[in-house]
Nanobody
Framework: QVQLVESGGGSVQAGGSLKLSCAAS????????MGWYRQAPGKERELVSE???????KYADSVKGRFTISLDNTKNMVYLQMNNLKSEDTALYYC?????????WGQGTQVTVS
């Protein structure tokens, strides 16, 4: 069974940084694409960043140059380093693992930028 548990969210002032962590169990990174999504109040869930099984990563235009996704294969962890945070980054951030047509989600961690 896939289980994803996010942590690291919080409240930060604009221009600050946060690092989100996702503990993944039941997931083999060589088989699953891993990603971070977010959902702001009144908006649809959107892709923030994704890293594929071949190691390539992609980012939403709004976060390019500010956010970095990474994996730690030894710990089965996924990270999202977020720098120069802006008020529009405020959202509930979800970790996701995707294999074929199946997607698994964590419960989310709240990021609030003021």
């Amino acid at each position: 069974q896939v289980q994803l548990v996010e942590s690291g969210g919080g409240s930060v002032q604009a221009g600050g940084s946060l690092k989100l962590s996702c503990a993944a169990s039941g997931v083999y990174f060589e088989h699953y694409d891993m990603g971070w999504y977010r959902q702001a109040p009144g908006k649809e869930r959107e892709l923030v960043s994704e890293i594929n099984t071949d190691g390539t990563s992609k980012y939403a235009d709004s976060v390019k140059g500010r956010f970095t996704i990474s994996l730690d294969n030894t710990k089965n962890m996924v990270y999202l380093q977020m720098n120069n945070l802006k008020s529009e980054d405020t959202a509930l951030y979800y970790c996701a693992s995707i294999i074929g047509a199946s997607a698994y989600w964590g419960q989310g961690t709240q990021v609030t930028v003021s």
